[in-house]
Nanobody
């Protein structure tokens, strides 16, 4: 059974940082691409960042470019999202996602087959 479990969300002041983690079971990040999305109330799910199965390729959405860094530790089978210089517009539920084996990452939620339950990030002004 595939399970992705996010952690690390919480309340932070504007300008602060958080590091989200996504621990996987039933799948391994060394043979599939993975990414992060976020969804604010009343809005569509928005692409944040993704990383290739080798770790050699990354892409970012406009919202996190220059502020967020996606990474992973294949030995721990864990995906990370380091978020710096947070602002209130970053408030959302953050989801990790993984593709099917050997499928390439993309910017659409449809590119991913497995999803976590999400972790809330709230940035106060």
């Amino acid at each position: 059974q595939v399970q992705l479990e996010e952690s690390g969300g919480g309340l932070v002041q504007a300008g602060g940082s958080l590091r989200l983690s996504c621990a996987a079971s039933g799948v391994t990040f060394n043979n599939r691409d993975a990414g992060w999305f976020r969804q604010a109330p009343g809005k569509a799910r928005d692409f944040v960042a993704a990383i290739s199965r080798t770790g050699g390729g990354t892409i970012y959405g406009d919202s996190g470019l220059g502020r967020f860094t996606v990474s992973k530790d294949n030995a721990k089978n864990t995906l990370y999202l380091q978020m710096n210089s947070l602002n209130p517009e970053d408030t959302a539920v953050y989801y990790c996602a993984a593709t099917r084996r050997f499928r390439d990452y993309g910017r659409s939620p449809n590119d991913y087959s497995y999803w976590g339950q999400g972790t809330q990030v709230t940035v106060s002004s």
